[in-house]
């Protein structure tokens, strides 16, 4: 199983349309508090439709208490400033997908503390700042899961 950690998200529908994306693909969330919305958020709960039943969504106090409990291997952040193209990634079954907050990204010391190599980034136009977090987990996560040849999921022939 892959595991995708929300750092501090702030906007309801994204996590939403993310728990939805997490009930489809096999995959554990985790949301590093503060969160910018309530769990009961109606806009968490439309965008989520009825998958919220589908996923065991784990909360934390910090990215450290996180780390503490689950004591990742292998752990990439994505970020606008990382040096690593995220498709050139092996992934490997456990690994945890760590994104920033939708105004802010992942703090500086944060990602002062991945090495450069476990820092990933996803193509896009010179003049782009970044992409809604949503839709960077779910390509980030298809990448993954396609790798793991779409690990628990049905492949229609």
């Not at 508090?33 to 784990?58: I, S």
């Not at 997908?97 to 990602?111: A, D, N, Y």
Request: glycine letters at 6%; a positive charge.
């Amino acid at each position: 199983m892959l595991h995708i950690v929300l750092h501090q998200p702030e906007i309801p529908a994204n996590t939403g349309n993310i728990i939805r994306l997490c009930a489809n693909t096999g995959v554990q969330l985790h949301l590093i508090e503060p969160l910018g919305f309530e769990l009961e958020d109606k806009k968490l709960r439309r965008a989520g439709l009825d998958y919220h039943e589908w996923v065991n969504v784990q909360r934390y106090s910090s990215l450290s208490s996180f780390m503490a409990k689950q004591q990742p291997k292998r752990l990439f952040a994505l970020t606008t400033k990382g040096k690593t193209l995220y498709s050139t990634v092996q992934f490997q079954t456990g690994d945890v997908l760590l994104f920033g907050s939708e105004t802010r990204g992942l703090p500086v010391e944060v990602l002062d503390s991945f090495n450069p190599e476990n820092t990933l980034y996803l193509p896009m136009q010179s003049t782009s700042r970044s992409l809604n977090l949503s839709n960077t987990v779910a390509i980030v996560l298809f990448e993954a899961w396609k790798q793991l040849n779409f690990a628990g999921g049905v492949i229609k022939t």
